[in-house]
């Protein structure tokens, strides 16, 4: 629930936090370095030094080896196909979960059902997709698609269903309707709640994007976990890492703006 | 808080002792269930390591690709495996402390193409979708040298083959569902794919270096050899004896094989499928340095790597070679003290 307290304090304090994220990163870095290349706790092949990181970063970005200057094109095909992915599991889920919130033996059925498959995870679905669709792209989008489908399902279903009853009586009141009521009454009041949802199902489908190509190899960033993986490479296996947790953040912050300034403009969020 | 402290201890002390705790009088050795590995089938089914180690706890396990085994390697978790040339030119590049002490096995890799894939040679792979057992081990390079050698190129590196990484075992029910056109695996999943109607294109000899390059390869950790020179040298007399066998007497080491297979994988392999793989791979202890070489470079070439390693370091035979000299001794003992017939 968003509070609702009045903020007493009519001065703005400074924004400190991006200085302590830098300290932060910094500090992390700086203890990484200590027990890798100081300390030697670990052999480099387990892990290995920040140095050796950067070095795979940069054979990625602007190597010339046979398997360098991948990096961008790998962030540039796993985006591709979560982009899709998502596209798909947000139109599938917006419609099934509109229906769901509509009408309630739907809700009461396959609502439930997926409940209990949100908490499958996304990589338990990847030997199914490739047998029923085989080692191909379509094995790694349907498991996008369909954990990205069900929070965006849930969140619409639920954003609906938590519109207060007065707006619907309102609605009705003033001769909306059952179509209307729905398009310019329902949806707007749930748009917010509806945008949560998309949030939590990019990390999803960003998650399960990254699991199912580790799995089937299809060119893109979990193909470079596995390459790492096969040939004892662990700078690249963590740089890969990195890669992901970076892109995955970089959208999720893109996402929560959108959902910040839409929270803002429907009066649900306070500005401190 | 507090309560995490021994947790966090635990978390950052446990790799360190599983790294010192490969001494001591007990080994632990690491092999694939495939025909390239079949002196260690031997040697455990007729229970060599046994009798060359006594007084020494040996524990075996069997991983499904170099990339597992190179894995327990580097955590400390086994002290000598067979395991093939590319991860162990991997794990030396990176600093694992491994030596390669003799090899095990050579050739004994098909390239197998589905019935009905239209694929009778190495160009007609064009476009199409080919099997190996991991991405960057030693059938995947073997692949891409076939692939530059029939002017194709695998999709990641811009052409429009499609190489797919998938367990040996799972390539028959990959062939039905028509989800890879060909493969190239080890021994006997070879034959064994050939059994079910599939052809092999080619044969093991023009997968490369026309046969004469290594399959599988007998790796150490050094730290474990320094401690332990007597053991290693019990393994080397077995891992001999073992090859010895398979060389003398094909139809036994068949029956041992099988039996060493089917505790492994609960799959029994045909005995015509068996005498087909065993005849297409060659068993010896030596170590074709060149053929090494050459694969490293290869290696290098696929970007699977970006230096080779020293091979002088890397490869260490005067344990082998003095073993070799003394081999008059070891043949001279009767065949049925080894418990043969």
Known sequence: MTSLTPVSAPVRPRNLTPLWQVLGLLIIVGVWWLITDVLKLWPPYVFPSPKAVWEEFSYGLWGSGPQDGKLLSSVGSSLRR??????????????????????????????????????????????????????????????????????VALAVSGAVLNVPPAWRTAGRTLGASHFSLVTRVLLPAALPNIVTGLRTAWSFAWRALI?????????????????????????????????????????????????????????????? | MTHRTPTILAVLILPMLSLASAQGSTVRIGFFPNLTHAPALVAIEKGYYAAQMKGVKIETKDFVSGTTLSEAFAAGAIDIGLI??????????????????????????????????????????????????????????????????????????????TIVPLAPADVAAAFVSKQVDAALVPEPWAALLEGQGNKAVGDEKTVWRNGNYPSALVIVSTKFAQANPEIVK????????????????????????????????NQKVDAR?????????????????????????????????????????????????????????????????LGLK
């Open chain 2, 84 to 161: 093939g040339p590319g991860p162990a030119i991997n794990a030396a590049v990176k600093g694992m402390p491994v030596q390669i002490i003799a090899g095990a096995s050579e050739a004994g890799a098909l390239l197998v193409a589905r019935k009905g894939s239209g694929i009778t040679s190495y160009k007609d792979l064009a476009g199409k979708k080919v099997a190996v057992p991991s991405l960057g081990n030693t059938q995947d390079i073997s692949l891409r040298a076939i692939l530059a050698d029939a002017g194709l190129k695998a999709q990641t590196d811009g052409g429009n083959v």
């Open chain 2, 234 to 265: 019990g393994f080397l007399r077995a891992h001999l004896q073992a090859i010895r066998f398979i060389n003398k007497s094909p139809a036994a080491a068949q029956t041992a094989v099988s039996s060493a297979l089917f505790k492994l994988t």
């Open chain 1, 82 to 151: 979560v982009a899709l992915g998502y596209v798909i599991a947000v139109a599938l889920g917006s419609a099934v979960g509109l229906l769901m919130s509509l009408w309630r033996p739907l809700r009461d059925t396959l609502g439930a059902y997926l409940q209990g498959l949100q908490s499958v995870p996304s990589i338990a679905f990847v030997p199914f997709a490739i047998l029923f669709l085989g080692l191909n792209e379509r094995a790694v989008m349907f498991v996008v698609i369909i954990e990205g489908f069900i929070p």
């Open chain 2, 273 to 337: 499928v068996l005498q087909l793989a065993l005849k297409r791979t060659r068993f010896t202890a030596n170590v074709d340095i060149e053929a090494l070489k050459a694969y490293s470079q290869l290696n290098l070439a696929a970007g699977y790597s970006r230096k080779a390693p020293d091979f002088d370091a890397l490869v260490d035979l005067t344990m082998l070679n003095a073993l070799n000299a003394s081999q008059g001794q070891l043949q001279a003992t009767p065949r049925t003290a």
């Open chain 1, 211 to 272: 699991g199912a190509e580790l799995l089937t190899a299809n060119p893109g960033l979990g193909r470079l976990l596995e390459v790492g993986r096969n040939t004892s490479n662990m700078a690249l296996v963590i740089a890969t890492i990195i890669i992901v947790g970076v892109v995955g953040g970089l959208f999720d912050l893109l996402i929560r703006a959108l959902e910040t300034r839409m929270r803002r403009d429907y009066g649900l969020e306070v500005q401190v």
